[in-house]
């Protein structure tokens, strides 16, 4: 019998290949990949958020208890490896570095213009600082993601000095727990310090200054462009559009695209339906904690299923206490438009940024086999 496959034109391979792809790409979304990490993680970070929630609810201030909730989740920034010493730093610089972005943000509210003008500045800086010292996930994101939430908000003075210690008693609670947890590790696994001393970050010679430059300038054409379309809530684009960039190659930021949008569709769908039964501030403090929990358990397994929690969540914890969460509809209108169009242009900040990458790459490979060359020859 003749083999069929040698027949097959041009014109019809790429219909399959295309189907092929499609095939591909959606078995990626109901797939669970394998992870090492254990659910102490997800735990931890449900209660570094859950924590100042339920205290919040307590003193009846819930706006405030979302403020010390977002900065919990400093908690992610927990190394998994390290001298004690290490891991604890580690927690404190972060710390700082979320009293520092939410301070910022306040000071600079003042004026659209210029909150624009130094969102770009910071994320610029701290996306560089980021490469030169080579830091692990989630690296910039959520330095970037405080910011943008605090810039937004109306500027008031005599309120900074409140808000921002509450986000040090929330990053103080998670740093405690951070610590503790450390402790019960050593007790009950025998976990040792490592004698040698361990520099706690290490510096990036090849730190890419132009995909600084590139990030900080899409990021703040993002936060300029939900001012130009007078969203009450701005920052949902930055935000969506810097969780896209986060992608670690050129195809992982088109997949992120795609499976932010649809993961977002579904989760707006969820959203709307835990806003019909949350009819009371605990119920909605109690979706958070939840939500919080499934995400950690899910965003290094599925990212596609993540973003369907992700969504009901990152809401909850920016509107719990605006007065449209009473309105489900115009809510959900809302926040889908301006996370497709955060997403669509994090896709092509991505893209600019790898085109970017590759060229550096080139250039420093090009200058190593240079100098190889010559150590040769000499």
Known sequence: MENKS????????????????????????????????????????????????????????????????????????????????????????????????????QFFSFSPTVSVIVFGLYSLIVHWIILYYKTAPPRSFFFIMILSISICQPFNLSTIPTKVGLVGLGTMFSCTLGLAYILWLSATQKITPQNAPVPLLKKNTYADFWEAIITGVIMAISLALGYWLKLENPYWIPISCGAVMQGASLYHIWQRTFQRILGTFLGLCLCWLLLQIANTPLMLCLFIIVLQLIVELLIIRNYAMAVIFITPLAIFLSEAANPIINDPNELIALRFWEILIGSGLGAIGGWLLHKEKIRYASIRGLKKLGNQIEQNIS
């Open 6 to 105: 040698i027949f097959i034109s041009k014109d019809e391979r790429i219909p399959m290949a295309l189907k092929n792809t499609i095939h591909k790409e959606l078995e990626q979304l109901v797939t669970l990949k394998d992870s090492t990490r254990t659910w102490h993680t997800p735990m931890l970070t449900a209660i570094c958020v859950g924590f100042p929630l339920l205290v919040g609810l307590y003193v009846d201030n819930l706006r405030y208890a979302l403020i010390s909730c977002l900065s919990g989740l400093v908690i992610l920034y927990l190394p998994s490896s390290g001298s004690f010493t290490n891991i604890i730093t580690t927690l404190l610089v972060s710390s700082f570095g979320f009293m520092v972005s939410f301070a910022l943000g």
